[in-house]
């Protein structure tokens, strides 16, 4: 075998020279009409409508390259590669057995029908290691022992089983991109076959095979196959579970939801959704037996094949598509050509799926899933807020669906931390069948809520004491303030706004008028309580020409809290927008109301996605006044009348019931606490008292 040596460090330039193959994201559809033109192909896969092939590239080296084939078998939707084929300067290369493609052999993959493709690395001295590509550019880190012989024996989705011949054991593991997975086995050989995470083995006694579930780690299933002897070779495909007795033995296929079993050819085979096909050496063709009806028909032609020098051609020139697909094969004119089986397919399903938590920091992490279908879809995955109002929407298609979610919208925009909840649906695009699944994600790291300084979305409450200790009141979201964190050394006289981030990082900060008219940006704490030494930046002076200062949310639409302040000596409000680079624009004079008694910023009263201000006047009528998104506010609207006489203290304290809406705090002269929660359209329910005893406050923001 002549092998040609490749320095590692110019696998990049082969890899460029191949042209579309290294492009790591999806590239724009191939035109191609089938069939799928090669120089060659030494080894051919064919799994959840993913066609892997080792053959020449413009680069003059060879390449595992990956198509993406639509569900028809018509069209070449991506082109991509799963490895360089050629020797390395080291010597390490990949596998290689004797075929009909030429002395140089050819490449035995197995293609998991999620796009991951396996097979052996060998390197100068004859170890082999199983070698699984998850994308173009990256493989799994899953720990494989050193070993000759290796074959793979099954894969389906993220588990795998192989042989190696020098150890005389069977290894079953997983490919988890992303988390640790603990499923290894280590057995003695024996038939298996892997489906989802459900390893079939054979049982003790003729025919009897068993179920054992790879994550729960225990044996689920036993089931009696009919097979009059010790099952030598097993293919389990959904409902259709393949049986041989040996190469030449009786073969079968159990039907696992009738209860029966089937007789089949016996000879070498690959099973698909219903049907199996088989090598006809003697008359040069690839033979199809239907038995989706519960009955084997008679075999019937589908390809032209020649007989060939090698006995078992399976993979290496032939392939079948078990995730409810076609059939693919090696044609005289170097050609891989595609033939639907014409088998109707079982029902759209999920044979597995890896859902993440139910909690996402979109500062650290994605929330990433996957699920493994039986056949090839069209997928859509839905975020919606607590609202019902769709976030971010991710569609794909393929036999295998990979979502991950980093918090933002389909704007680009982080969306508001809190709770959200998915939905994912799946239509089959061959066949019939709908998979629907959903469930709910926590969000923090992305953007706060209104008066949100904890980072989960629910409003705190701000108080200042006496004794100077400026402490944040948190909420489980239960409508009360259930415990609190206190910075202390605020001097009498401190005025604090809680805004949000002016800046990059996600986190909320405070604005602390000082008593001498100083106005500071304290860097956000993500929760921590703020004391006067904390990292803080001046704003100005002058601020004690303004008897109201208050966040209302974003005014201007640019997805930034902005700050509202009056003029005592005017009554004129003035907007001064949010840079989003820690500082505030210069003042816009937008309204004039000198009257109010209370001017509150409420932040989204409305689900607009714009802030909001409520307004009390002198006869206790409370208005508000909704956002615009242009730095205005829209004419007052009345919410209640005879409103608010003994109340001191008015906070729009954001969502503290945690159902998503921004709602109402307020302090009487007695110092008992009521909260009136919002109703997401613009007003409020009847108030509830939460809390007593809060007199002795001297500010609560």
């Given at each position: 075998?002549?092998?040609r040596?490749?320095a590692?460090?110019l696998?990049?330039?082969?890899?460029?020279?191949?042209?579309?193959?290294?492009?790591?994201?999806?590239?724009?559809?191939?035109?191609t009409?089938m069939?799928?033109?090669?120089?060659?192909?030494?080894?051919?896969?064919?799994?959840?409508?993913?066609?892997?092939?080792v053959?020449?590239?413009?680069?003059?080296?060879q390449?595992?390259?990956g198509?993406?084939?639509?569900?028809?078998?018509?069209?070449?939707?991506?082109?991509?590669?799963r490895?360089y084929?050629?020797?390395?300067?080291?010597?390490?290369h990949?596998?290689?057995?004797?075929?009909?493609?030429?002395a140089e052999?050819?490449?035995?993959m197995?293609?998991?029908?999620?796009?991951?493709?396996?097979?052996?690395?060998?390197?100068?001295?004859?170890?082999?290691?199983?070698?699984?590509?998850?994308t173009?550019?990256?493989?799994?880190?899953?720990?494989e022992?050193?070993?000759?012989?290796?074959?793979?024996?099954?894969?389906?989705?993220?588990?795998?089983?192989?042989?190696?011949a020098?150890?005389?054991?069977?290894?079953v593991?997983?490919?988890?991109?992303?988390?640790?997975?603990?499923?290894?086995?280590?057995?003695?050989?024996?038939a298996?076959?892997?489906?989802?995470?459900?390893?079939?083995t054979?049982?003790s006694?003729?025919?009897?095979?068993?179920?054992?579930?790879?994550?729960?780690?225990?044996?689920?299933?036993t089931?009696?196959?009919?097979?009059?002897c010790?099952?030598?070779e097993?293919?389990?495909?959904?409902?259709?579970?393949?049986?041989?007795?040996?190469?030449?033995?009786?073969?079968?296929?159990?039907?696992?939801?009738?209860k029966?079993?089937?007789?089949?050819?016996s000879?070498?085979?690959?099973?698909?959704?219903?049907?199996?096909?088989?090598?006809?050496?003697g008359?040069?063709?690839?033979m199809l037996?239907d038995?989706h009806?519960?009955?084997?028909?008679?075999?019937?032609?589908?390809?032209?094949?020649?007989?060939?020098?090698?006995?078992?051609?399976?993979r290496?020139?032939?392939?079948?598509?078990?995730?409810?697909?076609?059939?693919?094969?090696?044609?005289?004119?170097?050609?891989?050509?595609?033939?639907?089986?014409?088998?109707?397919?079982?029902?759209?399903?999920?044979?597995?799926?890896?859902?993440?938590?139910?909690?996402?920091?979109?500062?650290?992490?994605?929330?990433?899933s996957?699920?493994?279908?039986?056949?090839?879809a069209?997928?859509?995955?839905?975020v919606?807020?607590?609202?019902?109002?769709?976030?971010?929407?991710?569609?794909?298609?393929?036999a295998d669906?990979?979502?991950?979610?980093?918090?933002?919208?389909?704007?680009?925009?982080?969306?508001?931390n809190?709770?959200?909840?998915?939905?994912?649906?799946?239509?089959?695009?061959?066949?019939?069948g709908?998979?629907?699944?959903?469930?709910?994600?926590g969000?923090n790291?992305?953007?706060?809520g209104?008066?949100?300084?904890?980072?989960?979305?629910y409003?705190?409450?701000?108080?200042?004491?006496?004794?100077?200790?400026?402490?944040?009141?948190?909420?489980?979201?239960?409508?009360?303030?259930?415990?609190?964190?206190s910075?202390?050394?605020?001097?009498?006289?401190?005025?604090?706004?809680?805004?949000?981030?002016?800046?990059?990082?996600?986190?909320?900060e405070?604005?602390v008028k000082?008593?001498?008219?100083?106005?500071?940006?304290?860097?956000?704490?993500?929760g921590?309580?703020?004391?006067?030494?904390?990292?803080?930046?001046?704003?100005?002076?002058?601020?004690?020409a303004?008897?109201?200062?208050?966040?209302p949310?974003?005014?201007?639409?640019?997805?930034?809290?902005?700050?509202?302040?009056?003029k005592?000596?005017?009554?004129?409000?003035?907007?001064?927008?949010?840079?989003?680079?820690?500082?505030?624009?210069?003042?816009?004079?937008?309204?004039?109301?000198?009257?109010?008694?209370?001017?509150?910023?409420?932040?989204?009263?409305?689900?607009?996605?714009?802030?909001?201000?409520?307004?009390?006047?002198?006869?206790?009528?409370?208005?508000r006044?909704?956002?615009?998104?242009?730095g205005?506010v829209?004419?007052?609207?009345?919410?209640?009348?005879?409103?608010?006489?003994?109340?001191n203290a008015?906070?729009?304290?954001?969502?503290?019931?945690?159902?998503?809406?921004?709602?109402?705090?307020?302090?009487?002269?007695?110092?008992n606490?009521?909260?009136?929660t919002?109703?997401?359209?613009?007003?409020?329910?009847?108030?509830?008292k939460?809390?007593?005893?809060?007199?002795g406050?001297?500010?609560?923001?």
């Amino acid at each position: 075998m002549t092998w040609r040596v490749f320095a590692r460090s110019l696998v990049g330039l082969a890899a460029l020279a191949a042209g579309s193959l290294t492009t790591a994201t999806p590239v724009s559809a191939d035109t191609t009409p089938m069939p799928v033109q090669t120089d060659g192909v030494w080894g051919v896969d064919y799994a959840g409508g993913f066609l892997t092939t080792v053959e020449n590239t413009p680069s003059g080296y060879q390449w595992v390259i990956g198509r993406r084939i639509s569900a028809d078998g018509s069209t070449v939707l991506e082109k991509t590669s799963r490895g360089y084929a050629e020797t390395y300067a080291g010597g390490d290369h990949v596998e290689r057995v004797p075929c009909d493609a030429g002395a140089e052999g050819c490449v035995p993959m197995r293609s998991l029908g999620n796009t991951f493709v396996g097979y052996f690395m060998e390197d100068a001295v004859g170890k082999q290691v199983a070698q699984l590509y998850m994308t173009e550019s990256s493989l799994s880190g899953t720990e494989e022992p050193a070993v000759t012989g290796g074959r793979f024996v099954d894969a389906t989705g993220r588990f795998y089983v192989y042989n190696a011949a020098s150890t005389g054991k069977q290894y079953v593991d997983s490919v988890n991109p992303y988390f640790y997975e603990d499923v290894r086995l280590t057995r003695s050989i024996t038939a298996a076959s892997v489906w989802g995470s459900t390893l079939w083995t054979p049982g003790s006694g003729n025919g009897v095979v068993t179920a054992y579930n790879l994550e729960t780690k225990k044996t689920v299933q036993t089931v009696a196959t009919g097979a009059p002897c010790t099952v030598k070779e097993l293919q389990v495909v959904g409902r259709w579970m393949y049986w041989n007795c040996g190469p030449t033995g009786a073969a079968g296929v159990y039907d696992r939801t009738a209860k029966k079993n089937i007789t089949v050819p016996s000879g070498p085979a690959l099973v698909g959704d219903g049907y199996l096909v088989q090598h006809d050496r003697g008359a040069g063709k690839l033979m199809l037996t239907d038995y989706h009806s519960g009955t084997s028909a008679a075999a019937r032609a589908i390809a032209d094949l020649p007989a060939g020098n090698t006995a078992d051609q399976r993979r290496l020139s032939w392939s079948v598509d078990k995730f409810g697909g076609d059939i693919a094969y090696v044609d005289q004119d170097k050609a891989v050509r595609i033939v639907q089986s014409g088998v109707p397919s079982q029902p759209l399903g999920a044979i597995e799926s890896e859902v993440d938590d139910t909690y996402l920091d979109a500062k650290d992490n994605f929330w990433n899933s996957t699920w493994q279908l039986n056949k090839q879809a069209a997928w859509t995955f839905t975020v919606k807020d607590s609202a019902g109002r769709a976030v971010r929407t991710l569609t794909g298609t393929g036999a295998d669906i990979d979502v991950a979610w980093d918090g933002k919208t389909d704007a680009g925009t982080y969306a508001y931390n809190g709770g959200f909840t998915w939905a994912l649906t799946a239509k089959a695009t061959e066949g019939s069948g709908t998979y629907t699944t959903s469930g709910t994600i926590g969000l923090n790291g992305g953007r706060q809520g209104h008066h949100d300084q904890g980072g989960y979305s629910y409003g705190e409450l701000v108080t200042l004491n006496s004794s100077g200790a400026l402490a944040l009141n948190y909420t489980k979201g239960k409508g009360t303030f259930d415990w609190k964190a206190s910075g202390s050394g605020w001097p009498a006289g401190t005025v604090a706004v809680p805004f949000g981030d002016m800046g990059t990082d996600r986190c909320a900060e405070m604005l602390v008028k000082m008593p001498n008219g100083e106005l500071r940006r304290y860097a956000g704490r993500c929760g921590a309580a703020y004391t006067p030494s904390n990292s803080h930046t001046s704003l100005g002076t002058g601020w004690n020409a303004y008897n109201v200062l208050t966040a209302p949310g974003d005014l201007t639409g640019d997805g930034r809290t902005d700050l509202l302040a009056r003029k005592t000596s005017t009554g004129d409000i003035y907007l001064f927008a949010n840079n989003g680079a820690g500082k505030l624009k210069a003042g816009v004079k937008i309204r004039t109301w000198p009257t109010y008694k209370k001017i509150v910023g409420a932040g989204d009263l409305t689900g607009d996605g714009f802030g909001d201000v409520l307004a009390l006047d002198k006869a206790g009528t409370l208005w508000r006044y909704d956002g615009t998104g242009t730095g205005q506010v829209k004419e007052r609207v009345k919410v209640f009348s005879n409103w608010g006489a003994t109340y001191n203290a008015v906070v729009g304290a954001g969502d503290i019931t945690g159902d998503g809406k921004n709602d109402l705090v307020a302090r009487d002269t007695a110092g008992n606490l009521y909260r009136q929660t919002g109703n997401g359209k613009g007003s409020f329910a009847a108030r509830v008292k939460i809390a007593t005893g809060w007199q002795g406050y001297k500010g609560i923001f």
